[in-house]
């Protein structure tokens, strides 16, 4: 490798289309999934701010009959929904698939763990911090006030498992 090839900035291929760009844009931000800056944009397309500016435009005005819409703010640009009401029914979407998919065993044994104060107290694998936080969603346990417990059982699953 050259120091020109190791120092130069990579530079993609220029879009022919403003239409292009906004398909370009609105692929990569659906890639994404999550708010991204507009300098990194920039540098991942190879863009000017001016053009990333003027495809985020456009992009917005394709998106709203779909019922999307593009969010720029200071944590990047991001595409949502249109309204508020489909953020509340993903949230009780979610909830559902909680409710009917149940415990499995991964989630037993750290709530097991957490019933019999076995959890660690200074650090938690990676394979309980998913768990941990599953259970917490549900409510199923809290975190300790007492010192010496990281988490303990809330007050209505210890009424449900007779304790």
């Known amino acids: 490798m050259s120091w020109g090839d190791f120092l130069d900035p990579v530079v993609l291929p220029a879009a022919n289309t403003a239409d292009a760009d906004v398909a370009t844009l609105g692929a990569l931000l659906n890639g994404a999934g999550r708010a991204t800056s507009a300098d990194r944009l920039c540098r991942a397309l190879g863009w000017e701010l001016g053009r990333l500016i003027h495809a985020a435009d456009r992009l917005d005005e394709r998106l709203r009959p779909l019922g999307q819409r593009l969010i720029r703010n200071a944590n ?58 599953a259970l917490l969603h549900r409510s199923a346990i809290r975190a300790s006030d007492a010192s010496g417990e990281r988490y303990v059982l809330t007050d209505d699953v210890r009424f449900a498992l007779d304790f």
Do not use: C, F
């Open 76 to 133: 990047g640009y991001r595409i949502r929904p249109l309204d508020t009401t489909t953020d509340a029914a993903l949230r009780r979407l979610n909830d559902l698939r909680d409710d009917e998919e149940g415990m499995h065993s991964g989630m037993a044994r750290v709530l097991y763990q957490v019933y019999a104060g076995s959890m660690s107290k200074q650090e938690t694998k990676n394979d309980h911090r998913v768990q941990v936080a």
